[in-house]
Structures are given as C-alpha cells and as structure tokens.
C-alpha cells in the first residue's frame, strides 16, 4: 500500500512539473525603484522607507508602515496563469545574526503574506546582486489568492534583533501560463459587414 502511495505521489509530481515546463510566458511587470518608480508603501505617511536616485532604501523599524508594492495582473489578458518568477536586484544586506526575506502577498493584510523565502546575503555588505524566485501552486499557500485578486504584493520581513536596512533596486515579475483566446468574430456579424461593404460599394458606383 505505502509503495502505491509513493507512485502516485511521484507521478504527480511529474505532472506538475510537466506542466509548469509547457507554460509560456505572457507578461512581465518590472518597476525600478527611485527616481523612476515609488513603491506602493510609500505613500503611506507612517513609512519609514527612503527613496534614492536608483533604488528604495527598505527599513525594519517598529511603528512604521511596513514596505509592500503591487504588481497588478489585470492588464494581462491571462486565460490561466500557472507560476511567477520574481527576479529582484538588492545591496547592503547583512548576513551576521540579522537577514531578509522575501513574502509574496495577495492584499495589504499580513494575513495573506505567510511564505518566507531568505535573501541572499553579501560580505562584503555593500556588494549587490541579482536573486530570482518562483512561486506556484505548489510552494505558495496564497497562489490561488493572488490568481484570483489579480494582485501580486510583495513584501519583506526581517528576522534578527535590530534596526536593519538594505537597498531594492528594481523587482521583474514574470507571469508564465497561457493567453486568453481572442473569440472569432460570429458568422452573421462577418455576413453583416459583407452586406455593409457590398451596399457602400454600389453606392460609390452610382
């Protein structure tokens, strides 16, 4: 019995990754941050996040909004989306006893932000880097959330003691899975702009 249950898991899990492997991509997001772009978050008048010329300086300090930014999916016309990946290029990260992570979100709550996904960390602290991450319906418990909202929010946490900080330069969200079909136009509207044509023809005739 127990070995039944292993096949199954296992051809499950190959077609799952089939799957994934067959999705396309259909639309990419990318914000840089700074002078270009503000972060959601920052609007808010209880962040204590920075803007810089090329980049958002992301801060954990206590009574102050919280940094998150939106990715909104709806002006990709998806008839089904399957994984995203996150690419996010960041500087002046610690890796002492204090680090970040990455917490993909479906709304503004901390209720809908429960995965954490470590960044990588620098020595020295003031190198950058680029780091990428793919979110599913398999390692995210608030995909379908996000699928159905039509909004992918990102958020960060910080783990350690500590006031900690470090720079986001831009974040890419690449959205794989397939495009809506255009419906074909229906047989009596195209015979209904053959008559059209047909009419202002003969009266040009004329």
């Given at each position: ?60 300090s206590s ?61 020295p602290a ?37 006031n900690q ?42």
């Amino acid at each position: 019995m127990k070995n039944i249950f292993v096949k199954i898991a296992a051809i499950t899990s190959l077609s799952l990754i089939a799957t994934f492997s067959q999705a396309s991509l259909i639309g990419s997001i990318t914000h840089d941050y700074g002078s270009q772009y503000t972060a959601s978050s920052l609007n808010s008048a209880n962040s204590c996040d920075t803007m810089n010329s090329d980049s958002v300086t992301i801060r954990n300090s206590s009574n102050c909004q919280r940094f998150y930014d939106l990715f909104d999916l709806s002006s990709i016309n998806y008839d089904t989306i399957d994984y995203f990946e996150l690419t996010l290029s960041f500087s002046r990260t610690l890796g002492i006893a204090e680090w970040w992570t990455v917490r993909p979100a479906a709304s503004t709550s901390s209720t809908d932000a429960t995965q954490l996904l470590d960044l990588q960390t620098l020595i020295p602290a003031y190198g950058s880097l680029t780091q990428s991450f793919t979110f599913n319906v398999v390692n995210n418990n608030v995909f379908d959330k996000i699928v159905d909202n039509q909004n992918f929010y990102l958020w960060f946490a910080h783990l350690g003691l500590g006031n900690q900080n470090f720079r986001l330069a831009d974040a890419k969200l690449d959205v794989f899975g397939t495009l809506a079909e255009v419906p074909e136009p229906a047989p009596l509207a195209l015979l209904s702009l053959s008559l059209i044509a047909l009419a202002l023809g003969k009266r040009r005739k004329n």
